[in-house]
């Protein structure tokens, strides 16, 4: 990853290698570069679902159900 070095690239690294990792939440303040790390994280994945929970288009997968298998299903779409 380029420019800025920041302290959570190693956890998001050590995160990938985990062999019983979960999904990927990561909160914080406006403006200090969410959206940018987990941009540039995502290039070591073939695969990757971005979503901003504060946009509608976004959320209402997570309001209109619990199930993760329906949640996937409609991303695919």
Known sequence: MKGLKRNIEQHLLNWKLSENRKPLMLRG????????????????FDHYIGLNLER?????????????????RCTNN
């Open 56 to 72: 509608e288009k976004d959320a209402h997968f997570f309001r209109d159900t619990d199930d993760v298998k329906s949640n996937l």
């Open 29 to 44: 303040a406006r403006q200090v570069g969410k959206t940018t790390i987990v941009k540039q994280f995502s290039r070591h």
